[in-house]
């Protein structure tokens, strides 16, 4: 009806410019027009005629006449528009793994897609050359066009790259100019690096590109284990915390099983919330035995012919156990309870080894735990090499005057620079009240210590112990795996009887436990990072009082400690890391290896190439070079060719250049990466809209849910970049302009008859 009104589409009129081919100025219309309305109303007022019937008489004839001025003015459009066999529109259709996916009306995304594709160029075709390209893994031209009978015939990838694909169309020479890009996909992209480079590339070629997205953006009836984060070393027996996060929708519960070989590690039921369609879970399982193991982690319903995909349910890690454990030195100014608990707590304890120091009588220190005789035979480590060879430190009750100004500066450095983590304890002669606020490892600590010379802070008092709510989500504080029954062990435990006052919290540091006396609450347990490394102050020496004041089969206190200092060597910085975005590399030949490797001053390496030597699942040993990385000292890039399914390790064998053999541990060499085939296209299957929608947005083009695919001609000749020609569409023959012309004259005389004023 607009058209048949109006002349054109309402596109048209949309995209278009009002001219007047006259060539006569409009203001000379608007005089005319003024004239009009003085010439009407003189005319009216030789009538006697009431003012109504005046003014509606005088609209009536004011707007014949306007429309026959504005048909002398000639108005018109003026549009751009491509013209026919000039531009090229490039299809770029998915063809990877996903698109097979059935989630709508039993067809594959691959298949509506392609039934798009076939109406779209025939709508398109008397405007707009095609060009259709199929990119799964890479970008190739297709030869002839696909149809939806055809569609079987294509070749599937088990990766996608549509975001290099279309960078490759759009960065295309073609003889005919390219007047926009059609993506045709579910929007996964597994291969593609979306930097800020791609994204100025391609808004800077000037093309839209137009998203068309299949599937639905939420998988039903399907369960998946998207992702595990857990540490990749361990010591022997110790515990290990993994977070799985799942994607689930209509399911209720699901059963995780922890396998390593044919050995069942871990079994657990987990229960769901209805309301999510994501959730993330901790559990908790023994390391075993000293060795490499291969985890399998698997996710199940209880009825498996629910789900639609079984093979997003299992992800593998691997877990280095080493029967090297990392060591903390404890040193201690006094003997007392607290140092023979913690210990006690520690005992047998895999992973971490207490080396501790501790003071008897004046220039007198008891050794435990050294690896030699010679290991601490001075007191505290004098030389910044010997400090670093330990991953955490943990001070009791000693006063800063113990250590010269030069070993509080080693150790204030072996958290900022070594990367390691400190523990300071509270105690007579501890924290402020031995003069630590004073000292060089002062701007190391996450509160402000008291700096008065005669400052008094510990006192004998029983104070509550509760995490803070920040302590409540921290995963190492847990007494229990169960929600319900931690709050009800941290209510439960006995109080301590000694307590320090920390100062004021630094910015950016997070207080963990709070003591709480007579309504009053203080920090307890404050950390921050500092550096590359961790500190924390506790500011009570009374927590061996849980162990004494409940039952002897209780394990909270030993818990407590055990988890606190396998934080503490968790978070040490290791000699080599590596920096690998992901553990897990599906369907890539060519996997990228990232490492920083320190000197053992753990200093950045300054090297320009590094080799590494790099194990396949298979045994299979080579060596690959990897280069400096020029904005990052210490950091090392390149890559190796993996052909084998599995786990392949990373490993420094050989002391780096500058560093002697003696020096060079290999407690933290090997680093493992997992290659897998034939999954990469079957995790987060859903459609990703959102990076359709930013793609056509940072383009100029738009974004179509396949349910409004039939937008998409029409929206193919609005918004394009191809060649276009002026076109000028003259409006003076509107037949809305008649009508309106008709309509004003046949209404004055049906008035002037009804009234008898003719």
Request: charged share 20%; aromatic share 8%.
């Amino acid at each position: 009806m607009f058209e048949f009104l109006f002349k054109y589409p309402v596109s048209t009129w949309r995209n278009a410019e009002l001219v007047w081919l006259s060539g006569w100025p409009l203001s000379a219309l608007l005089v005319c027009a003024l004239i009009a309305v003085a010439l009407v109303w003189l005319t009216l007022l030789r009538h006697k005629l009431g003012p109504a019937k005046r003014t509606g008489l005088g609209v009536l004839q004011f707007i014949a006449l306007l429309i026959g001025l504005g048909m002398l003015w000639q108005p018109a459009l003026r549009t751009e528009s491509v013209q026919a066999g000039e531009n090229t529109v490039a299809y770029l259709l998915d063809t990877s793994a996903s698109m097979l996916t059935s989630d709508v009306n039993d067809n594959s995304r691959l298949q509506s897609a392609s039934e798009l594709l076939e109406s779209s160029i025939e709508q398109s075709d008397s405007l707009f050359d095609s060009s259709i390209y199929h990119v799964g893994d890479e970008l190739a031209l297709q030869a002839e066009p696909v149809s939806y009978d055809n569609v079987a015939l294509l070749d599937t990838d088990e990766r996608s790259a549509i975001a290099d694909g279309v960078l490759q169309v759009l960065e295309s020479v073609n003889d005919q100019a390219l007047a926009a890009v059609v993506l045709l996909s579910d929007g996964a992209d597994n291969v593609s690096e979306l930097s800020s480079d791609w994204w100025q590339a391609v808004k800077a070629a000037g093309v839209p590109v137009h998203t068309v997205g299949f599937g639905q953006t939420k998988v039903l009836d399907d369960i998946e284990l998207s992702n595990i984060t857990m540490d990749s070393q361990a010591g022997v027996n110790s515990i290990v915390t993994a977070r799985l996060q799942l994607l689930h929708n209509g399911f209720e519960s699901v059963r995780v099983r922890v396998t390593s070989g044919d050995q069942l590690v871990h079994a657990e039921t987990l229960e769901l919330d209805n309301a999510l369609d994501q959730s993330v879970h901790t559990i908790e399982f023994n390391s075993g035995e000293a060795g490499v193991r291969d985890l399998r982690f698997s996710v199940s319903a209880n009825d498996t012919n629910a789900e639609s995909n079984l093979t997003n349910n299992v992800q593998t890690r691997v877990l280095n156990v080493s029967d090297q454990s990392k060591r903390v030195l404890y040193v201690e100014g006094e003997p007392r309870w607290e140092y023979k608990f913690i210990r006690r707590a520690l005992h047998n304890f895999g992973g971490v080894s207490i080396v501790s120091l501790l003071r008897t009588s004046p220039n007198k220190f008891y050794r435990q735990g050294v690896s030699n005789a010679q290991e601490l035979v001075d007191g505290f480590p004098k030389t910044r090499d010997a400090l670093y060879a330990y991953d955490a430190v943990v001070i009791g009750s000693l006063e800063a005057a113990e250590l010269s100004t030069e070993q509080q500066a080693f150790l204030r450095d072996f958290v900022s620079e070594r990367g390691g983590s400190l523990l300071m304890l509270a105690g007579n002669q501890g924290l402020s009240d031995g003069g630590w606020g004073r000292s060089a490892v002062a701007a190391a600590l996450p509160v402000k210590l008291n700096s008065s010379s005669n400052a008094r802070d510990f006192e004998r008092v029983r104070v509550s112990v509760r995490p803070t709510t920040q302590g409540m989500r921290t995963g190492w504080l847990r007494l229990d795996d169960d929600d319900d029954e931690n709050l009800r062990a941290w209510s439960e435990l006995p109080q301590v009887n000694d307590i320090q006052t920390l100062g004021a919290v630094k910015p950016g540091s997070t207080t963990l436990l709070a003591a709480s006396h007579n309504t009053q609450s203080q920090p307890l347990l404050v950390w921050h990072r500092y550096g590359q490394g961790q500190s924390f102050v506790l500011g009570t020496s009374g927590t061996w009082r849980w162990q004494m004041r409940l039952p002897s089969e209780n394990q909270w206190h030993e818990r407590f400690w055990q988890q606190l200092l396998s934080h503490l060597v968790a978070g040490s910085l290791p000699q080599l890391s590596l920096d690998n975005a992901q553990a897990v590399y599906r369907d890539s030949n060519d996997i990228p290896v990232e490492v920083t490797v320190r000197s053992a001053d753990f200093q950045p390496l300054s090297d320009t190439t590094l080799t590494v030597n790099v194990t396949a699942p298979s045994g299979r040993v080579f060596s690959t070079s990897l280069n400096a990385d020029i904005d990052k000292p210490g950091r090392f890039l390149g890559s190796f060719e993996a052909t084998e399914d599995g786990p392949y390790a990373v490993s420094l064998t050989a002391p780096v250049s500058g560093e002697s053999p003696a020096a060079f541990t290999d407690r933290s060499i090997d680093r493992w990466l997992i290659k897998e085939s034939g999954t990469a296209e079957q995790f987060d299957a859903r459609q990703h809209n959102e990076l359709l929608q930013r793609i056509s947005a940072a383009t100029g083009g738009q974004y179509l849910d396949a349910s409004d695919q039939d937008q998409l001609a029409e929206i193919l000749s609005l918004k394009n970049a191809g060649l276009t020609r002026e076109n000028v569409l003259p409006l003076w023959n509107m037949p809305i302009a008649f009508l309106l012309l008709l309509l004003a004259k046949a209404l004055e005389w049906f008035l002037r008859l009804r009234w008898k004023r003719l």
